[in-house]
């Protein structure tokens, strides 16, 4: 069964700074690229960063320079260490399997709850 649970949301002040973190059961996480993407209020879902097996990574253009992908193999947890957080960041946040770096479309269907982000200006 798939399962996704994402965690580490909360409000906090512009500048401040999260760790988001998604664990996954083994059939999602396996040795597949992991991706965090975000929904803000009228927006399309989008792809915040990307995690291969190995380690290589991939960042919104957004985001580049205060976010940080990161992820324990052993554990089938995905995380997001999230610096200098800026009012435009407040969205729900979810983890899921992406098909690469290249195409980071989600690999499977199926999404967790979610966790909300709220940065205040």
């Known amino acids: 069964q798939v399962q996704l649970v994402e965690s580490g949301g909360g409000l906090v002040q512009a500048g401040g700074s999260l760790r988001l973190s998604c664990a996954a059961s083994g059939s999602i996480f396996s040795n597949n690229v992991m991706g965090w993407y975000r929904q803000a209020p009228g927006k399309q879902r989008e792809l915040v960063a990307a995690i291969t097996s190995g380690g290589s990574r991939k960042y919104a253009d957004s985001v580049k320079g205060r976010f940080t992908i990161s992820r324990d193999n052993a554990k089938n947890t995905v995380f997001l260490q999230m610096n200098s957080l800026k009012p435009e960041d407040t969205a729900v946040y979810y983890c899921?399997?992406?098909?690469?770096?290249?195409?980071?479309?989600?690999?499977?269907?199926?999404w967790g709850q979610g966790t909300q982000v709220t940065v205040s200006s």
């Open positions: 899921t399997a992406a098909r690469g770096l290249a195409d980071s479309s989600p690999l499977f269907g199926s």
